[in-house]
């Protein structure tokens, strides 16, 4: 037998045997597989080489990032045809620092695919602040560390100031001003999304340039005041700047008070503190939107905590694309679209993902820690549909037909969504 002379040995059986369980099944599973997914139409995947030349990669790499995506460099062989990139990161994306902070930005500029959300890492030092602004997106953010106190007021003239810790959510809807701050020792980091994936952190509304910007007289027409009053102001804008402890929180809730009270909604919620919605062997999800965060009026989230050996069951989004944000662990994830199309990605601390909306996808947690992630969607409400809810509750026999299985492994299958399995 030559080299380039490998026989087929049944791609499909070998497909089979690969993702059996060797201890239980052994090299019988490969000998009695009839015939599982479509590796060889098209040809895809390495098991479908027959040349032993045609696996070789001797061109130039860069190993320490080919081998964060596994996936990308040895595609399953369900995979097929292609789509979209539909992973990005904070963790090659530029920071800008200033005195006080940084922020870093993924929007689509930098993320294609990514039409509904743009994300923001940022961080605040010790009494750092982000300056007095506002947004023509909604703001919606989650703590990732520390704690922070954020400043708004609403349309009516209503004001909130509050600290926020980790696991704390906050959602400022567009063109309400806000400010914040870091407190404590160490500040605050968090993640920030706008609805509108070309949206800027670095290009906003800012307190200082309107200022510098405003002829003197008009200045003090506004405010009363001589127009020298503001020979001092910034020239140039703040952004993040670093600013002085606030002092207590009570302090300044009195300062800002208001005749026209506070707002009926707080502009805060506490995610991290929310029982879950569902709860498995394999993990749970807690989620946030506007029939629980009342506020929260185009943005609705999901925090998922995958167990080691867990998975993010197969399921999709009808109403809205998902963005995710990766916060702890590694995944694999295979988003499926028509075509077929189904393309298989990794997935680590400070990566972002995209599924378009109506596409089924699953995450699983490759790692051996929780796997922690942000499902966001650009909707007042969180909506999902699971694939095993939907063949546990059609009539058992068109289902059988369809994917010709038994009534015992059909009854076999997780009733009732359980969002994470092991059930």
Same mark, same amino acid.
């Given at each position: ?54 696996? @070789? ?15 990308? &460099? ?8 292609? $789509? ?37 890492? $940022? ?8 300056? $007095? ?17 954020? =400043?708004?007021? @609403? ?61 003197? @007289? ?34 300044? &809730? ?22 879950? =919605? +569902? ?17 929260? =009026?185009?943005?609705?989230?999901? #925090? ?28 694999? $994830? ?9 393309? =298989? ?15 089924? /996808? ?7 820690? @929780?796997?922690?992630? #942000? ?5 007042? /409400? ?29 009854? +076999? ?11």
């Amino acid at each position: 037998m030559t080299e380039d002379a490998i026989p087929d040995l049944s791609r499909r059986k070998i497909l089979v045997g690969a993702v059996a369980s060797a201890a239980a099944v052994g090299a019988v599973a490969t000998a009695r597989a009839a015939s599982f997914g479509n590796p060889d139409s098209p040809a895809e995947g390495r098991i479908n080489a027959r040349s032993r030349t045609s696996l @070789d990669d001797p061109g130039p790499k860069n190993p320490a990032l080919a081998g964060q995506f596994p996936s990308f &460099q040895d595609p399953p062989a369900t995979d097929i045809n292609g $789509m979209p990139l539909f992973w990005a990161s904070f963790n090659n994306a530029h920071k800008r620092y200033q005195n006080g902070g940084w922020a870093r930005e993924v929007t689509q500029d930098d993320f294609a695919i990514s039409q509904d959300i743009a994300g923001v890492n $940022m961080r605040l030092a010790q009494n750092g602040i982000r300056e $007095m602004h506002w947004h023509q997106q909604a703001e919606w953010a989650i703590m990732l560390d520390g704690k922070c106190r954020i =400043t708004v007021l @609403d349309e009516q003239g209503r004001p909130q100031v509050a600290d926020v810790k980790t696991g704390d959510l906050w959602y400022f809807p567009a063109g309400l001003p806000h400010s914040l701050q870091g407190l404590g020792a160490t500040g605050a980091e968090f993640l920030l999304a706008f609805d509108n994936g070309k949206a800027s952190e670095f290009n906003t509304l800012l307190l200082s340039d309107w200022i510098a910007h405003t002829p003197p @007289d008009v200045l003090a027409a506004n405010f009363g005041v001589p127009s020298d009053a503001f020979k001092d102001i910034p020239l140039d804008n703040l952004w993040i700047f670093q600013g002085q402890d606030p002092g207590p929180l009570a302090a300044d &809730q009195r300062a800002v008070q208001s005749a026209r009270g506070a707002p009926p909604q707080p502009f805060i919620f506490s995610l991290s503190d929310l029982p879950p =919605t +569902r709860q498995t062997k394999g993990g749970f999800v807690q989620i946030a939107d506007s029939r629980n965060f009342k506020t929260s =009026t185009t943005v609705a989230a999901a #925090l998922v905590t995958v167990k080691p050996g867990g998975l993010r069951e197969l399921h999709w989004h009808p109403n809205a694309d998902e963005w995710q944000y990766y916060i702890k662990g590694q995944a694999r $994830m295979t988003v499926f679209d028509t075509g077929p199309k189904a393309t =298989t990605g990794d997935f680590r601390a400070g990566d972002i993902g995209y599924v378009k909306k109506s596409l089924g /996808h699953y995450v699983q947690n490759t790692g051996g820690t @929780d796997l922690v992630f #942000l499902e966001l969607f650009k909707s007042d /409400h969180y909506a999902e549909v699971s694939l095993s809810d939907w063949l546990s509750h059609s009539p058992p026999q068109l289902v059988m037909e369809h994917l010709n299985i038994s009534r015992e492994t059909l009854a +076999r299958f997780p009733k009732n969504r359980p969002d994470v399995v092991p059930v």
